[in-house]
């Protein structure tokens, strides 16, 4: 028997569950009725609990018998077991538990969050957070997503307070002091998107989507910004019911934004909640990556209704279906709300992430088996996101959109309220479209990594071929609990390639599902370029002959420009696997000065910033040059204001320029420009609200300490979210060390939330001015990040020493890791380890080279 799984003999069908939080004393009190199935004359009941105290328990079996049960907790296995003298004769039966618990301070289960009030006054409230397995931190349950059940909540709450939970208030009771607030049976769900909140909340007005009324929630004073995030939570609800062909599945859709929130936001049916910067937003003084990052995970979320919540993966090695999809229709929802914004084209930035790690020996498949709970959380990473929604899109372009949505209208209609895997997936997408779907897709979901399509010319014909793209010719010995054995990669893939021949000024695209190794084209002696992957909706990266570069790169205005930053990235990734020589690369990066495009502009600073972290100091002043060059044009022709009638795109980059060359350009025009600007901002006068964070960073980039007090203080009295968060990460880019100290120490003094602190504590290691101060506090702090973060929060930070890309401080990393024995959950560590070796590998390997080309910059 798998000792991760509860046995089947008795199961739930409905909890009636009655809770009662004390936010003064930080306790909560509950009772629980759960009806149940008895399927074997067992004594003994096996359900979660962990960190809880069960007071009672009293079973009625199928015969209406009943016995009071000896309790037992294993906190270790986080399981109950209740031991009974006689069996439980069959059929349908109760369990009756009364227990308690703590409000804890872990972000996770039944826990609190603290705030002030707009009078500066401290506040607490109650929230809760169970995925994936946390729910049975709050009461007592099958706490599995197969064991779906119908979930009646009562609440018993201070009279003055309010309460959110998934369904429709039926009835509000006052009693003394208290009040008890019943909620409607929920639909059949999984236990981990059960929802609580309980505190001083305000909503917005409900705006109704048919019969659903939808309202942003928050705590006092915030209102004001609601409306952005109510607006796309209206559309994509409206967008969703539409694309899936099926209602909603609740009665109503509250949105919360909770102070203290571990994740980004958490999909529970009907009650959805958010950390603040992912909901709350004022839209008229927010930069474009601030709203699009609200409008994102509000249609995620949204997405999730029915991805997710109305059908739900049987076991957490399936966590791909839900959020693989969840990421995949957020991007098709906002791109649909708001068209100008191009949502697909950016989308190739988290594409690129993913191929990032998936290029490592250490990577995983998509979908591969999944025992301990601990394991479960380490699939919640960017294979599972964002490989996977790259991979849907490219099943969706390659069955054509109509198709591929029918195969899913037809999947989740099989399925809702129930559970289901991969292959009822494909069974449903093979419905609709009569193609072999698991030929094509097994080979992208369950192995690791991608392929590498070369494409030559060899006479008259284009050549085509596949093998897997690697950084590193050999993976890493590992010293750690061996982790799961690497599945075999294939050697190929089944590949949807698109390839646009240019020829006499005319265009032809032609489909190309390469099965082989290789494939072989007639090509027109008279084409004037060939894109593969044209469109950029493939998942693997195409590395082309001189001569085909020479051309693609003669003809950039032709390309789309997902093709362009496509053509950047592989470039770079080619270059960094050491297919292409770093010179040659820094070469082709010339040849866009006159890019508008800011993704193309994120491949191109990104690349910059990766070097910058790995030259030797004395490389620093030629690398620096080298981005005035590359960007100073760029952002001359789009000037420091916006202009009349200018597209979103410009918009867009500017301040990606600004920040690009007054912190790695060092640019002292630009810095001084940034100075005078921001003063005048302070002032009063308007600055465009997407320039004005890049000034932020520029003015910490060049501050002193005078001005970090200014920024401290600007963070503590922000007026939105995204203020706050725009001057905490400024704190992280003062260069000077005892400035560098301060804020490391307020990652683990209180000062910064437990929400947030991994994040500051990544981001200083990954800066080069910061890194070594910030990667000994590290060491010495683990202990206390270990004991203050949140559950994924130290597996967040620790993903900052990719930016130790010295060989001393890459054998120092080592060393850290091996002595005392660390584990991040799944391949976590080795993929991190594997990227710095990446790093340092290409230091090692192109520094002189890299040095004489910097001089000649
Ligand atoms: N289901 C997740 C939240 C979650 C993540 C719970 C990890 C437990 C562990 C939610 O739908 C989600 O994916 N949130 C993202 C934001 C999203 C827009 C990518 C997050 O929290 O980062
Ligand atoms: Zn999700």
């Known amino acids: 028997?798998?000792?991760?799984?509860?046995?089947?003999?008795?199961?739930?069908?409905?909890?009636?569950?009655?809770?009662?939080?004390?936010?003064?004393?930080?306790?909560?009190?509950?009772?629980?009725?759960?009806?149940?199935?008895?399927?074997?004359?067992?004594?003994?009941?096996?359900?979660?609990?962990?960190?809880?105290?069960?007071?009672?328990?009293?079973?009625?079996?199928?015969?209406?018998?009943?016995?009071?049960?000896?309790?037992?907790?294993?906190?270790?296995?986080?399981?109950?077991?209740?031991?009974?003298?006689?069996?439980?004769?069959?059929?349908?039966?109760?369990?009756?538990?009364?227990?308690?618990?703590?409000?804890?301070?872990?972000?996770?289960?039944?826990?609190?969050?603290?705030?002030?009030?707009?009078?500066?006054?401290?506040?607490?409230?109650?929230?809760?957070?169970?995925?994936?397995?946390?729910?049975?931190?709050?009461?007592?349950?099958?706490?599995?997503?197969?064991?779906?059940?119908?979930?009646?909540?009562?609440?018993?709450?201070?009279?003055?307070?309010?309460?959110?939970?998934?369904?429709?208030?039926?009835?509000?009771?006052?009693?003394?002091?208290?009040?008890?607030?019943?909620?409607?049976?929920?639909?059949?769900?999984?236990?981990?998107?059960?929802?609580?909140?309980?505190?001083?909340?305000?909503?917005?007005?409900?705006?109704?989507?048919?019969?659903?009324?939808?309202?942003?929630?928050?705590?006092?004073?915030?209102?004001?910004?609601?409306?952005?995030?109510?607006?796309?939570?209206?559309?994509?609800?409206?967008?969703?019911?539409?694309?899936?062909?099926?209602?909603?599945?609740?009665?109503?859709?509250?949105?919360?934004?909770?102070?203290?929130?571990?994740?980004?936001?958490?999909?529970?049916?009907?009650?959805?909640?958010?950390?603040?910067?992912?909901?709350?937003?004022?839209?008229?003084?927010?930069?474009?990556?601030?709203?699009?990052?609200?409008?994102?995970?509000?249609?995620?979320?949204?997405?999730?209704?029915?991805?997710?919540?109305?059908?739900?993966?049987?076991?957490?090695?399936?966590?791909?279906?839900?959020?693989?999809?969840?990421?995949?229709?957020?991007?098709?929802?906002?791109?649909?709300?708001?068209?100008?914004?191009?949502?697909?084209?950016?989308?190739?930035?988290?594409?690129?992430?993913?191929?990032?790690?998936?290029?490592?020996?250490?990577?995983?498949?998509?979908?591969?088996?999944?025992?301990?709970?601990?394991?479960?959380?380490?699939?919640?990473?960017?294979?599972?996101?964002?490989?996977?929604?790259?991979?849907?899109?490219?099943?969706?372009?390659?069955?054509?959109?109509?198709?591929?949505?029918?195969?899913?209208?037809?999947?989740?209609?099989?399925?809702?309220?129930?559970?289901?895997?991969?292959?009822?997936?494909?069974?449903?997408?093979?419905?609709?479209?009569?193609?072999?779907?698991?030929?094509?897709?097994?080979?992208?979901?369950?192995?690791?990594?991608?392929?590498?399509?070369?494409?030559?010319?060899?006479?008259?014909?284009?050549?085509?071929?596949?093998?897997?793209?690697?950084?590193?010719?050999?993976?890493?010995?590992?010293?750690?609990?061996?982790?799961?054995?690497?599945?075999?990669?294939?050697?190929?893939w089944q590949v949807p390639v698109q390839l646009r021949v240019s020829a006499g000024g005319r265009d032809t695209v032609e489909r190309v599902l390469l099965t082989d190794a290789e494939a072989r084209r007639p090509l027109p002696a008279s084409a004037d370029s060939v894109v593969v992957n044209e469109g950029g909706h493939g998942f693997y990266r195409v590395r082309y002959d001189d001569t085909l570069r020479a051309k693609l790169l003669a003809r950039l205005g032709s390309l789309g420009a997902i093709e362009r930053f496509n053509l950047v990235n592989d470039a770079w990734a080619v270059t960094v696997a050491g297919l292409m020589s770093l010179p040659d690369y820094l070469e082709l990066t010339a040849r866009f000065r006159d890019e508008r495009d800011k993704n193309v502009w994120a491949v191109l600073i990104g690349s910059f910033s990766t070097l910058n972290r790995l030259i030797t100091p004395a490389d620093r002043p030629g690398l620096e040059a080298l981005v005035r060059d590359r960007a100073t044009p760029a952002l001359a022709a789009l000037g420091w204001t916006p202009r009349h009638g200018e597209d979103e795109l410009a918009r867009q980059l500017r301040g990606d320029l600004v920040r690009a060359l007054g912190t790695l350009g060092n640019d002292r025009d630009v810095q001084a420009r940034a100075a005078e600007l921001y003063a005048a901002h302070t002032r009063g006068a308007a600055v465009d609200p997407n320039v004005l964070p890049a000034l932020i960073a520029v003015l910490a980039h060049a501050g002193d300490a005078g001005r970090y007090d200014a920024f401290l203080d600007r963070f503590r009295k922000a007026a939105t979210p995204q203020e706050e968060q725009r001057y905490l990460y400024a704190l992280t880019a003062f260069p000077q060390p005892p400035l560098v100290e301060q804020t490391l120490g307020r990652t683990v003094n209180g000062e910064i939330r437990t929400q947030d602190a991994p994040f500051v504590a990544r981001t200083m290691l990954m800066q080069v001015h910061a890194r070594e101060i910030a990667w000994a506090f590290v060491k010495k702090q683990w202990d206390t990040m270990d004991r203050l973060y949140p559950k994924h929060g130290l597996r967040r930070m620790a993903e900052g020493v990719i930016g130790l890309a010295t060989p001393e401080l890459e054998a120092d990393v080592h060393r850290f890791f091996q002595e005392r024995k660390i584990e991040l959950g799944g391949k976590t560590l080795e993929q991190y380890l594997e990227q710095l070796r990446v790093a340092v590998a290409l230091r090692q390997r192109e520094g002189a080279a890299l040095s004489r080309a910097l001089a000649r910059a």
């Not at 031991?83 to 039944?110: H, M, S």
Request: hydrophobic letters at 45%; a negative charge; one cysteine or more.
């Open 1 to 492: 028997m798998d000792p991760y799984r509860l046995p089947r003999t008795v199961v739930p069908n409905r909890y009636d569950l009655r809770l009662e939080p004390d936010l003064t004393t930080l306790t909560f009190r509950g009772v629980e009725t759960i009806a149940v199935s008895i399927a074997e004359p067992v004594s003994e009941i096996v359900f979660n609990a962990v960190e809880l105290a069960v007071d009672e328990a009293v079973v009625t079996d199928g015969r209406g018998r009943e016995q009071r049960a000896t309790v037992t907790l294993d906190e270790a296995a986080e399981r109950c077991r209740l031991a009974l003298a006689q069996p439980l004769a069959t059929g349908e039966g109760t369990l009756r538990l009364v227990f308690r618990g703590t409000l804890n301070d872990k972000l996770r289960g039944f826990y609190r969050s603290v705030y002030k009030d707009p009078s500066g006054v401290s506040r607490t409230m109650a929230a809760t957070q169970f995925e994936a397995t946390d729910a049975r931190r709050a009461f007592p349950c099958w706490d599995e997503p197969a064991f779906k059940a119908v979930f009646s909540v009562t609440l018993v709450i201070d009279a003055a307070l309010t309460a959110v939970s998934n369904t429709r208030i039926l009835e509000t009771k006052p009693d003394g002091a208290r009040k008890i607030l019943r909620f409607a049976d929920s639909i059949k769900m999984s236990t981990y998107l059960v929802a609580l909140v309980v505190g001083e909340l305000e909503a917005t007005d409900a705006v109704g989507v048919g019969p659903t009324p939808v309202k942003i929630w928050c705590v006092p004073g915030k209102r004001r910004l609601a409306a952005f995030g109510q607006e796309i939570a209206v559309d994509s609800l409206r967008f969703f019911e539409e694309y899936y062909g099926v209602p909603y599945p609740g009665d109503k859709l509250d949105l919360l934004a909770i102070p203290d929130f571990a994740a980004g936001a958490m999909e529970n049916l009907g009650a959805i909640t958010f950390r603040e910067t992912a909901l709350l937003v004022d839209e008229t003084a927010a930069s474009h990556a601030e709203l699009q990052r609200v409008a994102d995970v509000v249609a995620h979320e949204n997405a999730h209704m029915w991805f997710g919540d109305l059908v739900t993966m049987s076991w957490w090695n399936g966590i791909w279906l839900n959020e693989a999809f969840a990421t995949f229709m957020e991007m098709l929802a906002v791109d649909a709300w708001k068209p100008e914004w191009q949502r697909w084209t950016a989308f190739g930035v988290s594409r690129a992430a993913a191929m990032s790690v998936d290029g490592l020996h250490s990577t995983r498949p998509i979908e591969f088996p999944v025992r301990a709970p601990r394991e479960a959380d380490a699939m919640f990473d960017v294979l599972t996101y964002e490989k996977g929604a790259s991979v849907l899109r490219m099943l969706e372009q390659f069955l054509g959109p109509t198709v591929f949505r029918q195969g899913v209208r037809d999947y989740l209609n099989a399925h809702r309220f129930d559970n289901a895997d991969t292959g009822d997936l494909w069974a449903a997408l093979g419905r609709a479209s009569n193609q072999p779907i698991p030929a094509v897709m097994d080979g992208w979901i369950f192995a690791p990594g991608y392929p590498l399509v070369s494409a030559s010319v060899e006479g008259a014909e284009l050549v085509l071929r596949q093998q897997r793209f690697n950084y590193l010719p050999q993976p890493l010995p590992w010293y750690g609990a061996a982790p799961a054995a690497a599945t075999p990669a294939p050697a190929r």
